[in-house]
């Protein structure tokens, strides 16, 4: 199948002949290598997903929403649509203005703008009567949960793939090819769980309840296990990619693209340079935090990287090249698919207006596509990043189990409502990508304007 399940056409691409990679980021998990999510809370605490603002609820019975495309040319080649140095847009169709012109600082000040709390997004007053319905049958679900379902599991998991870690070091020091593949193996699945689940559990503070908690987690799992910092990781993840999801020029996901790549080597050769490409983007966050921070960040990066470096050459016998070799391949195991799950669960979807944005339940039922279970994936990277990644920007508090839980409510709940639920599946969206790289991946996406339950 070459186009996810859903019942709203997909806008096509505009050609953007001169777009320039945005500078600031790499991508975090979800949401970039480490992907992309951000900081602890060094000054603030870590946010959790901001809701959208609205002015006035939506009608229960509401009309089906109408996709209507703007009126971009398909294919001008004019440039009208431009994304300068600065991280600017603009896009000008049929003689007005539909984009906003942001520069980063601005997105930043958006962005600090609009994050509210976790417990805000619970008791948010004037939420849209849509969103309103459906949280409340989550939130009863979660009630009903015990610990072990609303964070346990996943705490297992993460424990486990710490377990993991003995028996690996042990098995890249053995002198037969089969031992030392399965020391990779386990390496590379753990060092996955630890730093793209894990990472992205305790970006959103879902590994505890206690704030002070919340952040020694960020910082352990973010900056020494994945070596990013944290802060930037939040920022970018839930305060930019989660607040404004496919929202051109503040979360469109484009950090994500490099356009001036052929799509073969975008595909399946740049994702290997994940482990060095990480640590250089890092560095270059660190700009402009204060020394203190920042010495902090490093320390804790350094920690992560040495120890692991230090552990291959006493425990598992590698010489210094050797053991650094060893490192970039178990980090590099999962790079692959990690680029292309953030990639296939939004690119090609509706793109809106920051000026124009839709509610959020709308926002994310169009901006966000579910990928089918793939067990391999679905317990490295959690369920909230594969195959319940809708729930998760729905509901990004809960816990992956949470979300696998609470799947059926969501998804019976859209299409109840006539509203998309997106799912595809992982090689039919490879294949989509690869096919049209260019419409998807180099040009400008289209804003796309959601009328009939606005
Ligand atoms: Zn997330």
Redesign the pocket.
Known sequence: MESPSRRSPRPDGVPHPDRVPRPDGVPH???VPVPT?SPVPTESPIPT?SPVPTESPIPTESPSPVLMESPIPMDTGSGDTRRSRTGAVTAAAAGRTVGVGLSVESRDRVCEARSPTEDSLWNNAPEEALMLQLRRAVQEVVKQSSWWERRGEDCCILGAAFLLLPPAFLLLGSAHLPGLCAGVLLMGVAHAVITIKGA?LA??GGLSQSRAWARVWAVFFIEVCGCFPAQAAVQA??QM??AHTNVLGLGDSSLWKLPFLPRAVYLFVAPLALPVITPLVALAHLRGRGAAAGSRTVAMMALGLLSQYWLLVRVSGFRAPGALLCMLLCRALFSIPYIHVNVFQHVGLPVFSPSRRPRRILQMSHGVLNLHRIPLLDWTFGH??ISCHVE??LF?FLSDHMCLKVKPVVSRFLMEKQLPYQEDGYLSRLRLFYRRYQELMVLAPPITELVGVQ
Request: glycine residues 6%; hydrophobic residues 10%; charged residues 20%.
């Open positions: 998990p979800d949401g999510e997903e992205h970006s959103h993840h839930v990619h989660h909230s990043l998760h920007h990004p």
